[in-house]
């Protein structure tokens, strides 16, 4: 054997105790911060949602427009939105916590002074998404981006 080099034994160990720390540290890593949030938000998201803000996949969040209003209400597999002076309806379904809203919304099509914002809303409400409960928070993360909505 060479001098220096350390017995098998020894690397054993030392390859032992090494995965034994990424083991335990990578379980206290992925439980840090983690919260509980309900596997089947069913019985907790039907009613009317007022929305706080939007943030589009890659942008800065952005608040409702002031004076403006933002609802969804969620009823017996039907969605109802209602994005400033329009409004948006189709139906949706939750498996879990995935919701998919359409495939096809129909909306009503005046030129409400919110314009762009409405429809970034609208483009991000319908589809799949991630739905999570948080008292009285809703939001709904897609690949598109988050809503997060406020009752």
Do not use: H
């Not at 309900?38 to 929305?51: A, D, M, Q, R, V």
């Amino acid at each position: 054997m060479t001098k220096g080099l350390p017995t098998r034994k020894r690397l054993y160990e030392a390859v032992g105790f090494v995965v034994s720390v990424v083991f335990v540290s990578s379980l206290a890593v992925g439980c840090a911060g983690s919260s509980p949030v309900p596997t089947s938000p069913g019985g907790s998201l039907p009613g009317t949602w007022n929305l706080e803000s939007i943030q589009p996949v890659g942008e800065a969040e952005q608040a409702r427009p002031s004076g403006a209003t933002y609802t969804v209400t969620f009823t017996n597999g039907a969605l109802t939105t209602r994005a400033d002076c329009n409004s948006c309806s189709g139906p949706y379904t939750l498996t879990g916590q995935t919701l998919v809203a359409g495939p096809l919304l129909a909306c009503t099509r005046a030129a409400c002074p919110t314009m762009a914002f409405e429809n970034t809303y609208t483009r991000l409400l319908g589809g799949e998404s991630t739905v999570s409960l948080s008292g009285r928070t809703l939001m709904m993360a897609s690949p598109r981006g988050v809503l997060r909505f406020k009752r």
